[in-house]
């Protein structure tokens, strides 16, 4: 079964400086990789994915992400940090010729805060 | 386009009683999620559905929680009864192939 790991529970930045939140995954096969975002009360909104293709990938808000077949990483990199950017990160993992029917698995979340 | 409507957004019922709980995935999307997340905690799967078809629902209690997708499109979710633990904010997601998209979901509170 697929499953995400983000052995970061919270990451502290500096405004301006580059952030880089991390993740690992395990599949059977070649991997669907997604980042979302979620700020207080909300639902969680989609950032970018991974499907094929180019391993740097880029998304809303001026974030992108790595993916790495090797190490089985897929790192949320942003070059200059915003305070706004304060929020609950998560990594997300789909097996497309897994068993589970391509089934949604989300890590625990690592919370990053900006300072000013 | 409209984005994945969930209603209600809060609910406090007392254990064992029962809620519902409502979506309205993005129009065409054939996939539809509901999450279940734990204040502090990743969102975990309770119930996938492919057009109006269950693909899994391992991690749903069904001794206790129900789920429904008429006609493929609109879903409700059910806890009958509710215990303590049930305290979540309950998210429903739809997808059209890849990426999913999540509601605002809907804050359950159990006393």
């Known amino acids: 079964a697929q499953s995400v790991a983000q052995p970061e529970d919270q990451v502290n930045v500096a405004e301006g400086n580059p952030l880089t939140v991390k993740c690992t995954y395990s599949?059977?096969?070649?991997?669907?990789l997604f980042w979302y975002v979620q700020y207080p009360n909300r639902g969680l909104q989609f950032l970018l994915k991974y499907i094929t293709g180019d391993n740097l990938v880029k998304g809303s808000y001026g974030f992108e992400a790595e993916f790495n077949k090797s190490q089985t990483s897929f790192h949320l990199k942003k070059p200059s940090a915003l305070v706004s950017d304060s929020a609950l990160y998560f990594c997300a993992v789909r097996d497309p010729l897994g068993t589970g029917f391509q089934k949604l698995v989300f890590g625990t979340g690592t919370r990053l805060l900006v300072s000013p | 386009e409209a984005g994945v409507a969930q209603s209600p957004r809060y609910k406090i019922i007392e254990k064992r009683q029962s809620v519902a709980f409502w979506c309205n995935p993005i129009?065409?999307?054939?996939?539809l999620y509901w999450y279940q997340q734990i204040l502090g905690q990743g969102p975990k799967l309770l119930i996938q559905?492919?057009?109006?078809?269950?693909?899994?629902d391992s991690q749903l209690p069904k001794d206790r929680f129900s789920a429904e997708r008429l006609k493929g499109v609109d879903s409700t979710l059910k806890i009958q009864p509710a215990k303590l633990e049930d305290s979540a904010v309950y998210l429903c997601?739809?997808?059209?192939?890849?990426?999913?998209?999540f509601g605002q979901g809907t804050r359950l509170t159990v006393v």
């Open positions: 129009s065409g999307h054939a996939t």
């Open positions: 559905f492919q057009n109006n078809g269950v693909v899994d």
């Open positions: 997601a739809s997808s059209p192939n890849t990426e999913a998209f």
């Open positions: 599949v059977s096969g070649n991997p669907y």
